[in-house]
T-cell receptor
Framework: EDQVTQSPEALRLQEGESSSLNCSYTVSGLRGLFWYRQDPGKGPEFLFTLYSAGEEKEKERLKATLTKKESFLHITAPKPEDSATYLCAVHPSNAGGTSYGKLTFGQGTILTVHP | DAGITQSPRHKVTETGTPVTLRCHQTENHRYMYWYRQDPGHGLRLIHYSYGVKDTDKGEVSDGYSVSRSKTEDFLLTLESATSSQTSVYFC???????????FGPGTRLTVT
């Protein structure tokens, strides 16, 4: 069974205090790993897709990295507006069939950045 | 922002009544999905569609049905709502090349 575990469940940072969020996954094969940001009362917003180990993607203060068993979302010098829930999801490969983009999501990390 | 709307945005209904949620997209994406999001469970896939009139079950499909008669619309129906179906429901779309999904704003459903 495909599984995605995110840690920590919640993270409180001071403005400017860099840190990382972790997404560990267990899948039979990986087509892609996705990071989303979700603000309270809104739908998840797509951030990054990573396809293979060693790949990195950056957007403003965020950088996502991927290994064969986990992904990290590094937040450099965060600001209060970075406060949100960050979700990780995997798209498993399905030998012999198609998964039609069925993603498995982790439960998210709630990030709070204090000024 | 991806052109995805959901209606209604909020609904309160009584146990045993039928409820239909609508997802409308203007992106002409082939794939559409319905999720529910609950504390402690994260996002869970209810049903998905891979084309007009082509749908299949997700991991939590019991008590739900879907229909897709046009590319742009994907309907989720609770035939007889129960309190366990109180949740926030999200629709998502994907064009199927890179498989990233884009989400709608959500519908908060309360079953009393």
């Amino acid at each position: 069974e495909d599984q995605v575990t995110q840690s920590p469940e919640a993270l409180r940072l001071q403005e400017g205090e860099s840190s990382s969020l972790n997404c560990s996954y267990t899948v039979s094969g990986l087509r892609g790993l996705f990071w989303y940001r979700q603000d309270p009362g809104k739908g998840p917003e797509f951030l990054f897709t990573l396809y293979s180990a060693g790949e990195e993607k950056e957007k403003e203060r965020l950088k996502a990295t991927l290994t064969k068993k986990e992904s990290f979302l590094h937040i450099t010098a965060p600001k209060p507006e970075d406060s949100a829930t960050y979700l990780c999801a995997v798209h498993p490969s399905n030998a012999g069939g198609t998964s039609y983009g069925k993603l498995t999501f982790g439960q998210g990390t709630i990030l709070t950045v204090h000024p | 922002d991806a052109g995805i709307t959901q209606s209604p945005r909020h609904k309160v209904t009584e146990t045993g009544t039928p409820v239909t949620l609508r997802c409308h997209q203007t992106e002409n994406h082939r794939y559409m999905y319905w999720y529910r999001q609950d504390p402690g469970h994260g996002l869970r896939l209810i049903h998905y569609s891979y084309g007009v009139k082509d749908t299949d079950k997700g991991e939590v499909s019991d008590g739900y049905s879907v229909s897709r008669s046009k590319t742009e619309d994907f309907l989720l129906t609770l035939e007889s709502a129960t309190s366990s179906q109180t949740s926030v429901y999200f629709c998502a779309i994907s064009e199927g090349n890179s498989w990233e999904q884009y989400f709608g704003p959500g519908t908060r459903l309360t079953v009393t």
